[in-house]
């Protein structure tokens, strides 16, 4: 699949410097790229491969200026990491609209209800009542259980399972291993010490334009619903526990884990390994440091945290900055307790 530099900058809304004509098959980091390949430069700690690469093609911002000759064709964009991005993206869709048909072996239930221009893999299996929409993409052994329901344009990666009564957007990507609407870890603590299982009996919706990493687990509500609002993106091997409410275009990076009923707000950041309590709210557009632990509500929006128990960035970095100098502080204090007891000698000798 070959892209000319007057497609590629068609596109992306960009301007082009040098040759229009040429034209690259596939995409390479600037320092690997090989010709015939699209590269793209956005973080100036690799500009000193502008000038090296042998890339045919390079994305570069607009406001780049060049200190010496470039022999690719540029593409003068304002952000060239989203163009890049959109590129790729375009590029994706392109590979996955070809796959078509349905793969054998796979179930599909009598009442289940498919769209068009469908790829079902083989192994698939989709149980009674599901409704499948138009453009999905099913890779092999995914598992869609009875009364699920999947939008338009979404894709779900090999393995993927989806537990009964779930719903998924359109526009949703979700990818390898993940198990969508498994139950809540709900268990009730008996007399005799044993624990009586809570049935979960709710489900999980998953809106528009969500991305799901690998190995990922979202459980189903006890009662209600587990969300996931529009443009959520996830990270791989992250926990998502019943009844959780995660916001709109909130990104949560790896091996985070979200306790039941916790309500994540919109536009939130949270870093790898974090870890909250349950049944405790996080404000619109906070952003929580790797390995940091919530333990309590953040109720004012738009501020940082870190440590545990995660406190405001400020604060965190000025508890550290002291943990550093408790050394030299047990030093001085020794000094001054051997000053105080020599003045104390002196006096009762006096």
Known sequence: MQFNAAQ??????GKLEGDTSVSVSSFGKIEEAKPGQLSFLANPKY?????????????INE???????????????ADAYTAFATLLAKYQELITQQLTGIQQPSYIADSATLGENNFIGAFVYIGENVRVGNNVKLFPSVVLGNNVTIGDNTILHAGVKVYFDCVIGKNVTIHAGTVIGSDGFGYAPQKDGSYQKVPQIGNVVIEDFVEIGANVTIDRATMGSTIIHSGVKLDNLIQIAHNVEVGTDTVIAAQTGISGSTKVGKNVMIGGQVGTAGHIQIADG???????????????????????????????????????????????VKELEKMVEQLLSERVNA
């Open 47 to 59: 500009e000193e491969y502008l000038y090296q690469t042998k890339a045919s093609i390079i994305i």
């Open 63 to 77: 406001s780049l200026e060049l200190k010496q000759p470039v022999s690719a064709t540029l593409v003068r964009v």
């Open 286 to 332: 906070s952003k929580i440091n790797g390995q940091s632990g919530v333990t309590k509500s953040i109720k004012e929006p738009n501020k940082t945290f870190n440590g545990t128990p995660a406190v405001d960035f400020s604060t965190s970095m000025r508890v550290h900055a002291m943990s550093r100098n408790l050394p030299n502080l047990e030093k001085r």
């Open 8 to 13: 590629i900058a068609l596109l992306v809304n």
